[in-house]
């Protein structure tokens, strides 16, 4: 066996002649029970005219059935852990000779752990204030406003203007068009020049007017242009804030009064936040561990990663509404941009199981089950059926797998030097 490069190994076989001239045997003796020849009764044809008819499917089926046979009699003798399917090469099959091949192939390194214990890492308690807290259920009180029909006046600084709205030129394709959309006058969230151009108009006015889009705006068919606008402006709203009570409180859930809320808000802000601050300690643990250690990944593994990164941005801009094939993208290049990630999420990978491995961190089926129950909830569908279709496609495994990396994190993080 030789290395070719890192993880990357090469081992040439041969398979003795007569096990080569036993298989062929088989395999034309099968081939003959089913073979239709003209002059000859179903599987009368004699085996020399069937080896001569038939050669092509005959060799194939041969170095089908010996070759990955062998092959892993050859792993398991050299005690060889191989990744993926392995790529067969140089193959030499004559009659009366011994069948030899080359075969290629990844295997998972053999690496020492390094002190994962202990890492020092940046990490300070979260605190949720009365201000934060305020916020929170501003943000609350936003979302639960009303908007109300006002007379007739022009339009100021946080009046909600009701609009039809049409493009007249700058976009391709169909015309960008809404019967009614309702824009805030001087809102964060409105495009100043809707906002300029609408102010001071009235309930059955018309205006046209030019609006710059920037070129990272989400729709693609927008993005970087400057549309021209018809608005016709239907009604003016007012939003209405719900008044901060203990009625309004008893309106969201299971509380009684303000200050009920006002704790729970607390403790929910509290919980994210120090979910968030660990995930990044958490992150920053690995980064050090994948420094610290130093070996070479499968190959296989680093391609299958790369294209689950690539798979994601391709979803990722199809959410977003825009044709990957429109951006005549070298994908090629996209995937190489991807490599140096690929390899240390790899590694990192690698490193957790092991360190899995070491300190027994087991998952129970209670924990699989659960998560199971939790997904069927979001999909809205039986977790009976949801149970079974995971276990059809492997999704089981995955988040087993999932799950014993988040605990072998939890106990990373547990047993890390945190400093402020």
């Known amino acids: 066996m030789a290395v070719i490069e890192g993880c990357r190994h090469s081992l040439e076989v041969a398979i003795p002649a007569d096990a080569v001239e036993s298989e062929t045997g088989r395999v034309i003796a099968d081939v003959q029970k089913r073979a239709r020849l003209p002059g000859f009764r179903p599987g009368k044809a004699p085996a020399n005219l069937i080896r001569k008819q038939f050669a092509g499917d005959i060799r194939q089926k041969v170095l089908e059935s010996l070759i990955p046979q062998f092959l892993q009699k050859q ?10 399917t392995p790529d067969i090469k140089d193959v030499h099959f004559h009659e009366g000779e011994p069948l030899r091949f080359t075969a290629e192939f990844d295997v998972i390194p053999e690496f020492e752990l390094n002190e994962y214990k202990g890492i020092e890492v940046p990490y300070l308690d979260p605190v949720v204030s009365d201000e934060d807290i305020q916020k929170r259920i501003d943000e609350i009180r936003e979302q639960k406003a009303t908007y109300a029909n006002i007379d007739p006046r022009p339009l100021e600084n946080g009046d909600f203007a009701v ?37 001071g108009l009235s309930p059955g006015d018309e205006k ?8 990272d705006y989400g729709a693609a068919r927008l993005a970087g242009k400057t549309i021209r606008f018809r608005a016709a402006v239907k009604g003016v709203r007012k939003k209405e804030l719900p008044e901060l009570n203990d009625e309004f409180a008893q309106d969201l859930g299971d509380y009684r009064t303000v200050d009920e809320l006002k704790e729970a808000v607390r403790k929910a802000l509290l919980s994210q936040r ?38 994601q941005t ?14 005549n993208l070298d994908w ?19 490193l957790l199981s092991k360190i899995a491995e070491r300190e027994a961190v087991a998952v129970t089926r209670e924990e699989v089950d659960r998560e199971v129950e939790r997904l069927a909830r979001q999909q809205r569908e039986p977790v009976a059926a949801l149970q079974m279709k995971f276990e059809k496609d492997g999704t089981l495994g995955r988040i087993a797998s999932h799950i014993q990396t988040e605990k072998t994190l939890t106990f990373l993080f547990e047993h890390a030097r945190k400093t402020a």
Do not use: C, W
């Not at 169909?174 to 906002?195: C, H, W, Y």
């Open 332 to 350: 090629e290049k996209v995937k190489e941009s991807q490599r140096d990630k690929a390899v240390r999420e790899v590694k990192a990978s690698m």
């Open 274 to 311: 120090q979910q968030d601050s660990q995930q990044e300690a958490k992150n920053k643990i690995v980064d050090q561990l994948v420094d610290q250690h130093e070996f070479p990944v499968p190959g296989t593994y680093v391609d299958r990663q790369i294209r689950t990164r690539v798979e």
């Open 208 to 215: 046209e007017f030019d609006v710059p889009y920037p070129a």
């Open 163 to 199: 609009v039809a709205l049409e493009s007249l030129a700058g976009v391709e394709g169909d015309p960008v068009k809404q019967d009614e959309m309702v824009l805030e006058i001087g809102g964060a969230d409105t495009f100043e020049a809707f906002s300029e151009n609408l102010r």
């Open 314 to 327: 391709l979803r990722a801009m199809t959410s977003e509404g825009v044709d990957p094939r429109s951006l």
């Open 75 to 84: 792993f398991e003798a050299d005690s060889l852990n191989v990744v993926g």
